[in-house]
């Protein structure tokens, strides 16, 4: 599969982006995926193998290549039971690392939640993530994370439209002295962003009540198309049984 887009580049130029992958399935539980990502000048590969264990757990091994060196890793995905999974990976490159994870679905919708806990030499982040998902097509997501760095909290919405072949996401990234609001558009692959710096940090300390008031912006509009669309298709049913009602 290959996919070609236009992004940003480090030097805050467009550059074009070239991605091609490719999967096989060696056995009936190993598969293989390669990929490798062209930016510009600079490219950067990964290739990965999967192997079912048992209908319990899955191991993942991966290594990959880019201009900041070669990284290799290796991943267990338990489920410890119907609806709760667990993650171990341990990850060795110029930083080395270790992430362990949980991860809870609900049987009977979208909702779910996560929490992790990554290390590496010197540093550590705790975090987690809830997801509030009422439709198929319509979920909102909150995630925050304490580091040595600081506290981050992101906030992201999410709507897909004509079957899932386009995405919208309307995210917010609160930390102590900035907030950026984020949104972006995926097209069949292609992916187009919109960065809004709403606080930086030469403007000081945010207080509560600025934060409050910023996730109220941010809150309000997709909230708005989603009752607009849920009250528009309110009407056409509402007017679809009054007209077969009237019928002869």
Known sequence: VGCASHVQGANGVGVAKLTLGATAQLDGRTAARASVNVTGAAADGDFSITRSLNEHCTVQQRFGMSPDGRSTSIAIVPWLTQSVRGNLSVSYAEMPGMSLGLFRR??????????HINLQPGSAEVGGQLKYKPSPDF??????????????CQLMCSKALDEGLTKLHWDLRVRARSLQLRLTLVRSGLRFTLPIELWTEACGPMTLADAVFM?????????AVRWLWC??????HSVQKVRAGSGP
């Open 106 to 115: 609900s049987t009977t919708s979208g909702h779910s939640v996560r929490a």
């Open 139 to 152: 979920s909102m997501k909150l995630a925050p994370a304490l580091s040595p760095r600081g506290w981050i």
């Open 215 to 223: 996730s109220a912006l941010w809150a309000a509009p997709p909230l």
């Open 231 to 236: 009250f528009g298709q309110a009407v056409c």
